[in-house]
């Protein structure tokens, strides 16, 4: 027999009990549509735990730390105890650039001495300062981002921290009129601000007044550094490299307050034994508290800058340079745990995304598998369905079996109808289901997103998604592949039982069963 | 298993044929001791009473049923020892069947009815269809051929059983009481209709039937009683 006319007859088969087959399929659509429904949110929660990722940071970035020596986001890992310390330098820099994978390593250093800046001729001073530096070719890289200018290229040139202006004070103003605060976004278009009494009030963007700019533009007013080196220094008389974080980078305002003390000392400019330095801003950073306080507040500039104001500082200190923190770039996210692994294995400890991003994958997989099996409940219960119609169609039939038996109609032949019968009423409920599951989907994502929105933009994002859309029901296209093949296959074994039935029966039930 | 043409074999031989059915504790004997040869071309009626093992021999020989003892041969093939799967693919073959209930499937109309023996064998759509018309209009059924078997009357139906029966050209004909469930006129007009088609084409029928009037258009009629042959003779 033709495997056409063999599917013929299924359909005419199916069309010729039309109730009862819209029925059994609507079981499988209902059964179809809970497993997509369900296993999209868990994908759409896959989703959102990447966006919050990479809202954290960038996931493919490693922080590398001196061994034993970490303090920073993520999870750490060491490699054990030991082995010998590992130095953190400019070889061990350039051999993380060899493994395989990598796009690109820096060092990140910090001026660990107190410094004061001044702008406009010393009429502006900041009793604190975050000094940091880096490979400024790979300021792309990092993902360090510039909301102003371009990124410096020569001797002298430094990027400004997103908010460093506001560190500094008029000397010209009063008490309690001296200071500038940086206004707090709200997140709903408007700004916090304060003035140095803390009354603070609520106000639209477009109405942020002079008094919430800073003084003056960083990018417009040359700035002098001054490097403390006298014995009141905190740090004492060695020079080391390392992380200058300040913890109190992050609080309202941003002052730098908490450094006030050692700040004192140096209050009235360079006349104490520090080294001056005037530095130029080409650019202002954005704020991103995963690359340190000094985009936020501080001054970033290349590391070879920083060696060299070190070296007039103290001489010794600079032949010596062995860094505290590194970062390394990795191409693809994929490797991350491969390239860790591997710096690593060279002694140092990493910190990086993939631990958490992991964590975060392993557990919405519990709950796509979790949602899933409550949707392949319906789908059993589908199945029994289709198992109970075959088993009906089977005995209505007996003699139209027998006849065709008689004819001379295969085994098979009869086999293959009605498995085509089952496995079509998984196939058709499959594909309605995934119809019908794709419009829930999108109904789920609309409400989520708050309605279709102006000119249906929403309906769009519903859809596909977006940069900054977070959608609670994501169907990747496998999905719906995998759910009419799984529907089809439901109909498959479920039909087997009932076709093995049809295949028993004798050609004689033909005869016998008289009307 | 092809039977081959011109063989001098017999069409159907029956060796010594016994079938008991197992009923409760005890055994009934439904045929015993069978002998019986039908050569080509033959129209053979097996006549008997209801309960004589008539419908009994006949599931023998088209091998619905095995036999207890002995052997049916159709064709010097031993049907009685064929699996499910050859004897689909010899009754699709070889055979032909006419029931006395018609058996249309009801989801099929007069013309894919008929075709549905050249189905089973694979012969495409268009091909089938066109013989399964050609024969349609022979039994005089040209204007019913999209009928369904519930928009026609018995003797309709009876008329594309027949066609169905005859449309694949099957060496042996099989028909069960084919007149049972026909008024008097259509009974004489389906049996010539099956005794026309024989002749025509050489074919070899095995006709059981009660009916004294039916038996008479057959070469033969071997009369059962009580599962056993009581007498064999031919009508001219």
Known sequence: ?515 | MAIIEGEPRPMIEVRNLRKEYPVVDETVVALERINLTIPRGQICCIYGESGSGKSTLLNQLAGMEKPTRGGVRIGGVVVSRLDERELAAFRQRHLGFVFQSYNLLPNLNAIENVAMPLMFRGVPKSQRERIAKGILKRVGLGKRMTHYPTQMSGGQQQRVGIARAFVAHPEVVFADEPTGNLDSKTKVDVMEMIVAFARDFNQTIVLVTHDDNMAQYADRIVTLLDGRIVSDRLTH
């Not at chain 1, 759409?44 to 919050?52: A, K, L, P, R, T």
């Not at chain 1, 009063?174 to 997140?187: H, T």
């Not at chain 1, 000392?265 to 690359?291: I, P």
């Not at chain 1, 319906?378 to 109970?388: E, F, H």
């Open chain 1, 1 to 515: 027999m033709r495997f056409a006319d063999i599917l013929h007859l299924c359909s005419q088969n199916l069309w010729r009990r039309k109730s009862r087959t819209i029925l059994t399929v609507l079981g499988v659509i209902v059964g179809c549509c809970s497993i997509v429904t369900m296993v999209s949110i868990g994908s759409g929660i896959n989703e959102m735990n990447e966006q919050s990722l990479k809202q954290m940071g960038d996931l493919t970035i490693i922080n590398v730390y001196k061994q034993g020596n970490y303090d920073g986001a993520g999870t750490s890992d060491s490699t054990g105890a030991g082995q010998t310390e590992a130095k953190l330098d400019d070889k061990a820099i350039a051999s993380f650039t060899q493994i395989p994978g990598v796009e690109g390593a820096t060092a990140q250093m910090s001026l660990n001495y107190t410094v004061t800046m001044t702008a406009d001729n010393g009429r502006y001073v900041a009793t604190y300062g975050d000094i940091q530096a880096i490979d400024m070719s790979q300021l792309d890289n990092m993902g360090y981002k510039l909301t102003d200018g371009t990124a410096p290229t020569k001797d002298g040139e430094i990027l400004a921290g997103q908010y460093l202006a506001y560190q500094f004070y008029d000397r010209f103003r009063p008490e309690g009129s001296n200071m500038r605060y940086q206004p707090q976004d709200a997140g709903d278009g408007t700004y916090w601000t304060c003035d140095a009494t803390g009354n603070c009030s609520q106000v639209p963007a477009d109405q942020l007044g002079e008094e919430s700019k800073p003084f003056f533009d960083p990018m417009k007013t040359e700035i002098t550094l001054t490097i403390q080196t006298g014995d009141d220094s905190s740090n004492g008389g060695g020079v080391t490299m390392g992380m200058g974080y300040s913890s109190g980078a992050t609080d309202m305002g941003g002052t730098g307050s908490g450094t006030g003390s050692a700040g004192t000392t140096g209050a009235n400019g360079a006349n104490g034994s520090g080294n001056t330095f005037r530095l130029r801003a080409t650019g202002v950073l954005k704020e991103d508290y995963n690359k340190g306080s000094a985009t936020s507040s501080g001054v970033l500039m290349d590391i070879s800058q920083l060696k060299a104001m070190l070296a007039k500082v103290d001489q010794s200190a600079a032949k010596t340079v062995t860094y505290e923190q590194a970062l390394v770039k990795v191409a693809d996210i994929t490797q991350v745990s491969d390239v860790e692994q591997q710096i690593r294995d060279m002694g140092f400890s990493t910190s990086s995304y993939e631990e958490i991003r992991k964590q975060m994958e392993e557990q919405s997989r519990g709950i796509q598998l979790a949602l899933g099996g409550i949707g392949a409940v319906s789908l059993l219960v589908a199945a029994i369905g289709i198992t109970n119609t075959m088993v009906m169609s089977v005995t209505e039939r007996t003699r139209e079996i027998g006849i065709m038996k008689a004819l001379g109609c295969t085994v098979r032949d009869i086999r293959v109808m009605f498995l085509g019968e089952a496995g079509f009423i998984g196939l058709l409920g499959g594909v309605a289901g995934c119809l019908i599951s794709a419009v829930i989907s999108l109904g789920i994502n609309l409400v989520y997103l708050g309605g279709p929105g102006e000119g249906g933009e929403n309906i769009w994002h519903a859809i596909v998604g977006g940069d900054g859309v977070t959608r609670l029901s994501v169907i990747p296209w496998w999905l719906f592949v995998f759910a009419i093949l799984f529907s089809t296959l439901i109909g498959l074994v479920s039909g087997f039982q009932p076709a093995n039935k049809a295949v028993r029966i004798p050609a004689l039930d033909a005869i016998k069963n008289e009307q």
